[in-house]
């Protein structure tokens, strides 16, 4: 079952406007089935394969005389050198709106990189899990608030409307603990990173003191914002700044911290209980 998501006509709009459109965001939000179900037509290539990342590695030329234009590159982050061949290609052609469709999970990798390499050619979407209007119209039952809080919003619960929601939302973060924070920096202590994700979905809706989380897990106060960082620019938590008429007061006052998916946040302070 395909769930429509609000992004949608404005990503219909803008692919008529720009020659590239990247989706960013955290993993399984439904950024390739998005891609794919817009643009039927498109080629697909997933760059998250072996042989597929090593071809365009190794052979970038050949690679883009293979699959053309009107394509989607999946996880795009893994060969940054595709994103310089695409600003050639598409400055060829600069009229042609719509020739690539890119999409990349680690946005702190592929939306910074796309930024820079793809300024002026790209129009960039951020998508996240489902909301409650997106689940409403695609005639998803509405759970009471706790049971919903639970389930979270991820779109393959839904979509294979799966009844093991823990199961799922552990294998979720332990993948993310274990790949994509350690493909971006590394961790020398897991298991104290898996207590910041607990300590830190613990604290859902209070100011985020850094201080305080650096004290409590034994490490200095830039590993701790270091970390923020990470799971803030890969989309799994969000820091929400006060209002203040001042803009500068908002900027520089303490934000809350929030996670993006509920479920995600669930499972992070059930699984370590010895550390609450």
């Known amino acids: 079952m395909y769930i429509h998501r609000a992004l949608e006509p404005h990503i219909l709009e803008l ?19 998005m891609a794919k179900h817009l643009f039927p037509s498109y080629t697909y290539v997933n760059l998250e394969d072996p042989q597929t990342r090593l071809f365009a590695s190794e052979d970038l030329n050949g690679f883009f005389h293979q699959y ?44 910074g990189i796309v930024a820079q390499s793809l300024a002026g050619r790209t129009a960039i979407f951020t998508v996240l899990p489902l909301s409650l209007a997106e689940l409403r119209e695609a005639g998803e039952p509405i759970l009471d ?26 294998g979720y973060v332990a993948t993310y603990v274990q790949r994509d924070i ?11 990173f898996q207590k910041f994700l607990v ?46 008429p001042s803009r500068t007061s908002s900027i520089v006052k303490t934000p809350k911290v929030y996670f993006h998916d509920t479920g995600v946040a669930q499972c992070c302070w059930v699984l370590s209980p010895r550390i609450r």
Do not use: C
Not at 90 to 103: K, M, N, P, R, Y
Not at 221 to 235: A, D, F, G, I, Y
């Open 145 to 170: 608030r706790d049971s919903q809080l639970l389930r979270g919003f991820m779109p393959r619960v839904y979509q294979t409307q799966t009844s093991r929601v823990f199961d799922y939302y552990a």
């Open 68 to 111: 053309g234009t009107h394509l989607i590159i999946d996880e795009v982050q893994h060969v940054p050198e595709v994103l310089s061949k695409i600003q050639v290609l598409v400055d060829e052609h600069a009229q042609e709106s719509g020739q690539f469709i890119l999409t990349g999970s680690q946005e702190m990798q592929s939306g």
């Open 199 to 244: 300590l830190l979905s613990g604290r859902v809706g209070s100011l985020l003191n850094y201080t305080s989380l650096a004290n409590d897990l034994g490490v200095s106060r830039q590993t701790v914002e270091r970390w923020t960082s990470l799971l803030t620019s890969s989309h799994i938590i969000h820091l929400l700044p006060p209002w203040f």
């Open 182 to 192: 350690k493909m971006v920096t590394a961790i020398q202590d897991e298991l104290v």
């Open 15 to 33: 692919v008529q406007e720009y020659p590239v459109i990247t989706l960013v965001g955290p993993r399984q939000s439904g950024k390739t089935t």
